[in-house]
């Protein structure tokens, strides 16, 4: 399966307390034919300057700078644009791979014939001491199971570019949320390897660190991008309430 080239878009905004740690794990990959392509989006620290040192070390590393800030959509859609892999993952410029996830998952969705896939994860603090062992998922979410419960953690997913074509972010709302979601109405189920490949870490600039922030930007999901009645909103949000309270209790 080594023919299949993987893209994988990182976005970088003052990154450089965890971003050297997230890029080796993508190098000490066991699957090597991938594409590492981190979008730089106006840092102000000196993220650029350590991934520089990578760009002389390997040239499966590309970086792409934006002259302003221009948010973590627009920055993962720059990567997109760029990205040349048959299949294309996610990486968070603070989480970090197990050595096999993208041997374990490239080779479970081939097997599978499934063209979006996600795994379980663990979290870790800012010192990388594992707080919970293990966020499981199920063998499988569609459409509406995944309207209750986002449980694809965008350092975990990976989707088939060359049958689902590249696919964009949103700017509105939970953007990676929003893009699961566009995707399931074409291929109908996310596949969950309940393993987890995944460390994703728990830092107060963290997107899901201010979980008010998080419940709003959910809302705009089901009201702005999805469209969703009122009524209909209201009961997703229900479970999205208690499935977040749940997450939180497990920490």
Same mark, same amino acid.
């Given at each position: 399966?080594?023919?299949i080239?993987i893209?994988?878009?990182?976005?970088?905004?003052?990154?450089?307390?965890?971003?050297t740690e997230?890029?080796?794990s993508?190098?000490?990959?066991?699957?090597?034919?991938?594409?590492?392509?981190?979008v730089?989006?106006g840092?102000?620290?000196n993220?650029?300057?350590?991934?520089?040192?990578f760009l002389?070390q390997d040239?499966r590393?590309?970086l792409?700078?934006?002259?302003?800030?221009?948010g973590?959509?627009?920055a993962?859609n720059?990567?997109v644009?760029?990205? %040349?892999? $048959?299949?294309?993952?996610?990486l968070? @410029?603070?989480?970090?791979w197990d050595r096999?996830?993208?041997? &374990?998952q490239?080779n479970?969705?081939i097997?599978n014939?499934?063209?979006?896939?996600?795994t379980?994860y663990r979290?870790?603090?800012?010192?990388?001491?594992v707080?919970?062992?293990i966020i499981p998922?199920?063998?499988?979410?569609n459409?509406?199971?995944?309207l %209750?419960? $986002?449980?694809i953690?965008?350092?975990? @997913?990976?989707?088939?570019?060359?049958i689902?074509g590249?696919? &964009?972010?949103?700017k509105?709302?939970?953007?990676?949320?929003a893009?699961w979601l566009?995707i399931?109405?074409?291929t109908?189920?996310?596949l969950g390897?309940n393993?987890p490949?995944v460390s994703?870490r728990i830092h107060?600039n963290s997107?899901?660190?201010n979980k008010f922030?998080s419940?709003q930007k959910?809302w705009k999901v089901?009201?702005?991008?999805?469209?969703?009645?009122l009524?209909?909103s209201?009961y997703?949000f229900?479970f999205?309430?208690?499935?977040?309270?749940?997450?939180y209790?497990?920490?």
């Amino acid at each position: 399966m080594s023919n299949i080239l993987i893209s994988i878009i990182s976005p970088v905004y003052n990154s450089e307390k965890f971003i050297t740690e997230t890029i080796k794990s993508v190098i000490n990959q066991t699957y090597q034919n991938w594409e590492l392509i981190l979008v730089d989006d106006g840092s102000k620290d000196n993220s650029v300057e350590v991934v520089e040192v990578f760009l002389k070390q390997d040239v499966r590393i590309k970086l792409i700078s934006h002259t302003s800030n221009l948010g973590v959509a627009e920055a993962r859609n720059t990567g997109v644009k760029m990205a %040349k892999g $048959n299949y294309i993952s996610f990486l968070d @410029s603070d989480d970090v791979w197990d050595r096999d996830k993208l041997d &374990y998952q490239v080779n479970f969705m081939i097997e599978n014939k499934c063209h979006l896939c996600h795994t379980a994860y663990r979290k870790i603090d800012e010192k990388g001491n594992v707080l919970v062992s293990i966020i499981p998922v199920s063998k499988s979410v569609n459409y509406y199971s995944l309207l %209750k419960h $986002n449980e694809i953690g965008l350092s975990t @997913s990976m989707y088939n570019a060359d049958i689902l074509g590249k696919r &964009y972010f949103t700017k509105i709302g939970w953007e990676d949320f929003a893009l699961w979601l566009d995707i399931l109405k074409d291929t109908k189920v996310s596949l969950g390897i309940n393993k987890p490949l995944v460390s994703y870490r728990i830092h107060q600039n963290s997107s899901s660190y201010n979980k008010f922030y998080s419940a709003q930007k959910t809302w705009k999901v089901y009201r702005h991008i999805e469209k969703l009645p009122l009524i209909n909103s209201m009961y997703y949000f229900i479970f999205y309430a208690v499935n977040s309270s749940i997450k939180y209790l497990r920490k």
